[in-house]
């Protein structure tokens, strides 16, 4: 796709991840890459989680099936201090969303490559912190960004040390998950539910077994859709760095991948 842009200086994704960027083989080498940081951005991934994790949270599947068969019965949730979220990535997104729900009371855990340090938050990282994240997360939501290290990181092993009963909410990318594994996890019980709005081949092809999962919920990649006004400022004000010599916000790491 970028054959004819050799000379190109910059370009910036109009959304958060890159990965489709760095994977394609005619990316001009000297060129920055930039993705997009953006309040909007955030604040509604920040309302997607909000919204499964409370909905897992309280059990809200649960009641809407029981009004569907006229039950009235009570189910008890535990305070959300004694819920623990996980929220693998704490980046631009991933943090925001962990802050919002220790906010909201949870007992909030976050994982990433390098050391964080969040008011409120029990923060571990690499892969040696993995383990004790994973080991008390009762729900578990993925911000991580798609690279050669995350590809596929939330397979057997990753769920089979996750408490039973654990959830599991994906907006990040598809290919974090090994869709087998999910659903044997799914299938045994080991996971209850899980929530996802990304899929390795997008649109989800109408034979998937997700669609039809009883404890799956799927959403069409709209846990945060680019809010054109809003971004189109980051990218404008990337663009006047670049032409005023001043550094670029939001760089991408080529080495790292994200
Ligand atoms: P970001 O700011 O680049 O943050 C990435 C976070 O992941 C950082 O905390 C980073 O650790 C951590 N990380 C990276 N590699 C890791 C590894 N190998 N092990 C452990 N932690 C690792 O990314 P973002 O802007 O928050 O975006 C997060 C994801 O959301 C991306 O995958 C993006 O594509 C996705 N997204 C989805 C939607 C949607 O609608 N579904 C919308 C927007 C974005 P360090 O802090 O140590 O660097």
Redesign the pocket.
């Known amino acids: 796709a970028y054959a004819a842009y050799t000379g190109a200086r910059l370009i910036h994704s109009l959304?958060?991840?890159?990965?489709h960027l760095l994977a394609d083989p005619q990316l001009p080498v000297q060129a920055a890459i930039c993705?997009?940081?953006d309040p909007m951005?955030?604040l509604?991934?920040i309302e997607?989680v909000a919204l499964h994790v409370l909905r897992h949270h309280r059990r809200h599947d649960q009641l809407v099936q029981q009004q569907q068969n006229q039950i009235w019965q009570q189910i008890a949730a535990p305070a959300a201090r004694d819920r623990t979220v996980g929220v693998?990535?704490?980046?631009?997104?991933?943090?925001?969303v962990a802050i919002s729900l220790h906010n909201l009371g949870f007992h909030v855990q976050?994982?990433?490559?390098?050391?964080?340090n969040l008011p409120g938050i029990d923060t571990f990282?690499?892969?040696d912190g993995?383990r004790s994240f994973l080991q008390k997360t009762e729900i578990l939501v993925?911000?991580?960004?798609?690279?050669e290290?995350?590809r596929d990181?939330v397979n057997q092993n990753l769920l089979s040390q996750l408490p039973r009963g654990a959830r599991f909410i994906?907006?990040?990318?598809g290919h974090?998950v090994v869709d087998q594994d999910l659903l044997a996890a799914l299938d045994s019980g080991h996971i209850a539910e899980a929530t996802l709005?990304?899929f390795r081949t997008e649109p989800l092809s109408t034979d998937h077994p997700y669609w039809r999962h009883p404890r799956v919920t799927v959403t069409p990649?709209?846990?945060?859709?680019?809010d054109p006004v809003s971004a189109a400022k980051v990218v404008a004000d990337n663009i006047q760095r670049l032409l005023q010599g001043r550094p670029l916000i939001?760089q991408?790491d080529r080495t790292?991948?994200?």
């Open positions: 959304g958060a991840g890159i990965d993705r997009l940081v951005l955030t509604r991934m997607y693998m990535g704490l980046g631009a997104l991933g943090g925001a976050g994982w990433s490559r390098t050391a964080k990282h690499g892969t993995l993925c911000l991580l960004p798609l690279t290290a995350t990181i994906n907006a990040a990318r974090h709005d990304v990649h709209i846990a945060s859709l680019t939001n991408v790292a991948g994200y």
